[in-house]
């Protein structure tokens, strides 16, 4: 009998929009296509694959749907976690329909699903006492100021552009679906979960699930699922072919192979990865590993199949 082997791979919700002439869910669609093409030829290498996914700008564009829609039509705002779980469902459909599509082509038989995942937070995270995530579209002063008394908002001045709501962004604690999607994955499905984190939810106590007004990062929570899951591998599919250390700088250097203990080293320094954007992932990877996973890989989509082979990449062991 041939081992089982689960991959976890994270995917950004901006890699469904190539730049803002290709916006629409057309373009999404087609995105989510070339997407579908790398995970169905993993599964035809005989991995188990769980996606999760980012939804930022997906759920940006919802959000404002609903700001003009109150505006102009007097509709009720859509709160973020519904916001969320709509994104699930769309990107979800998107991928799910290409993969099934793709891996008929490829005469691989394997069914798909979307689940659409809460993921509990602690209503004590530090992160909600400094909320920092806009969301949303721009404000004047005024309209923010009166979004904050009437409706509880935090909002900021951004930039000299305008105002902004900002959301905290909680640490994940537990994936909800947990079970049924492990139950999936233990019957060959391919499952697309922790959708753009997942939907914050907190514990009302004995737990009654409640959806707060939070965003996760996906890399957060694709780890965690990994890690619940003992995957084998967490592949984090972004903009960039392999990781840098000293980025930006003069000295910038493109790593091949990094170990758990240079990665902790880096993460340490505080200068060798972008805020919000690459240390995160790092991080994610990070406790990945020190909780049992084998190894992690950094690479962009269309390289995934070359990184697997050892190609390019990053590869990060213990």
């Given at each position: 009998?041939?081992?089982?082997?689960?991959?976890?791979?994270?995917?950004?919700?901006?890699s469904?929009?190539?730049?803002?002439?290709?916006?629409?869910?057309?373009?999404?669609?087609?995105?989510?296509?070339?997407?579908?093409q790398?995970?169905?030829?993993?599964?035809?290498?005989?991995?188990?694959?769980?996606?999760?996914?980012?939804?930022?700008?997906?759920?940006?564009?919802?959000?404002?749907?609903?700001?003009i829609?109150?505006?102009?039509?007097?509709?009720?705002?859509?709160?973020?976690?519904v916001?969320?779980?709509?994104?699930?469902g769309?990107?979800?459909?998107a991928?799910?329909?290409?993969?099934?599509?793709?891996?008929?082509?490829?005469?691989?038989?394997?069914?798909?699903?979307?689940v659409i995942?809460?993921?509990?937070?602690?209503?004590?995270?530090?992160?909600?006492k400094k909320?920092?995530?806009?969301?949303?579209?721009?404000m004047?002063q005024?309209?923010?100021?009166?979004?904050a008394?009437?409706?509880?908002?935090?909002?900021?001045?951004?930039?000299g552009?305008?105002?902004r709501?900002?959301?905290?962004?909680?640490?994940?604690?537990?994936?909800v679906?947990?079970?049924?999607?492990?139950?999936?994955?233990d019957?060959?499905?391919?499952?697309?979960?922790?959708?753009?984190?997942?939907?914050?939810v907190?514990?009302?106590?004995?737990?009654?699930?409640?959806?707060?007004?939070?965003?996760?990062?996906?890399?957060?929570?694709?780890?965690?699922l990994?890690?619940?899951?003992?995957?084998?591998?967490?592949?984090i599919?972004?903009?960039?072919?392999?990781?840098?250390?000293?980025f930006?700088?003069?000295n910038?250097e493109w790593v091949?192979?990094?170990?758990?203990?240079e990665?902790?080293?880096?993460l340490?320094?505080?200068?060798?990865?972008?805020?919000?954007?690459?240390?995160?992932?790092?991080?994610?990877?990070?406790?990945?590993?020190?909780?049992?996973g084998?190894?992690?890989?950094?690479?962009?989509?269309?390289?995934?199949?070359?990184?697997?082979?050892g190609?390019?990449?990053?590869?990060?062991?213990?």
């Amino acid at each position: 009998m041939t081992e089982r082997k689960i991959a976890v791979v994270a995917i950004g919700g901006n890699s469904l929009i190539k730049d803002k002439q290709h916006q629409t869910v057309e373009d999404q669609y087609d995105a989510a296509k070339e997407t579908a093409q790398h995970m169905a030829a993993m599964a035809e290498d005989g991995w188990d694959v769980v996606i999760g996914h980012g939804n930022g700008p997906q759920v940006g564009f919802i959000l404002r749907r609903s700001e003009i829609a109150h505006k102009v039509e007097g509709m009720h705002e859509l709160p973020l976690d519904v916001c969320g779980a709509d994104s699930q469902g769309a990107i979800g459909y998107a991928l799910q329909q290409n993969l099934q599509n793709e891996l008929r082509q490829r005469g691989v038989n394997k069914p798909v699903a979307t689940v659409i995942t809460q993921v509990l937070v602690d209503r004590n995270d530090p992160a909600f006492k400094k909320p920092s995530k806009p969301i949303g579209g721009f404000m004047d002063q005024a309209e923010a100021q009166g979004r904050a008394e009437d409706m509880g908002w935090e909002v900021v001045e951004d930039a000299g552009r305008g105002w902004r709501r900002v959301v905290a962004s909680p640490l994940p604690v537990e994936v909800v679906e947990f079970e049924p999607i492990k139950a999936l994955v233990d019957t060959g499905v391919i499952v697309i979960a922790v959708g753009g984190g997942g939907i914050p939810v907190i514990d009302l106590g004995e737990r009654q699930f409640k959806g707060t007004a939070a965003v996760i990062d996906k890399d957060f929570a694709s780890s965690l699922l990994a890690q619940l899951l003992k995957a084998d591998l967490l592949l984090i599919s972004t903009a960039v072919e392999k990781v840098a250390i000293n980025f930006g700088k003069p000295n910038q250097e493109w790593v091949s192979h990094m170990t758990l203990a240079e990665v902790k080293k880096y993460l340490a320094e505080g200068t060798h990865f972008a805020k919000g954007s690459m240390e995160p992932k790092m991080q994610a990877i990070v406790w990945f590993l020190e909780s049992g996973g084998k190894q992690a890989i950094v690479t962009n989509p269309e390289n995934i199949g070359r990184a697997l082979n050892g190609e390019t990449g990053t590869l990060i062991e213990l």
